[in-house]
């Protein structure tokens, strides 16, 4: 399995265990050069934003991963965490709606949580 799709799995499972709601993957490499992937969750508070975060962070620091940057913490209502070929996006729920990252990136494959399986 390449690096990148390990990354999303963990950042999955990670979001999932905290329960993130409605985490989309969407693969992004043949429309893009920002990343291979961006994951995309929200969280019903601010709390559970942070929760969210702090999660992914935990189970990629494990395996090593460290993110280039984490923009968004103040606000608790739209974090960008970038790992590189992976961007995990994790917002408040009124922010996820009016962003509405799913139909920017429309273009790119949705990728099922099933299609995640090592």
Known sequence: MDVSKEMVKLAYQA???K???DIQVIEIKDIS???DYFIIANGMNSLQVDALVDSVKDALGRKGYEP???EGIRSASWILMDYG???VHVFSKEDRLFYNLERIWRDGKS???EQLVL
């Open 15 to 17: 979001l999932e265990d």
């Open 19 to 21: 329960k993130g709601e």
């Open 33 to 35: 050069i920002i990343a």
């Open 68 to 70: 280039k940057r984490i």
């Open 85 to 87: 070929d992976v961007v």
């Open 111 to 113: 990728v099922s949580k």
